[in-house]
């Protein structure tokens, strides 16, 4: 997020849990929380890393209005 000109906010790691259903065939992965300011395109450009990186099974990136 910091590569690309953003600004990480707030990191809550959850730890490992039971996925709800298998994805790749993993039953248990490790959520983290990440709470980040970023411009509309530094956005897709990690949504574009984060689609790629083979250790991410699932993200979801939503924004927040204050």
Do not use: Q, S
């Amino acid at each position: 997020i910091a590569r690309v000109g953003g600004t990480v906010e707030k990191v809550d790691r959850w730890g490992k849990r039971r996925l709800a259903y298998a994805v790749k065939k993993f039953t248990d992965g490790f959520y983290v929380l990440i709470n980040f300011e970023a411009a509309p395109a530094e956005i897709k450009e990690i949504d574009r890393v984060m689609k790629i990186n083979d250790e991410v099974l699932r993200h979801l990136i939503v924004k927040h209005e204050a």
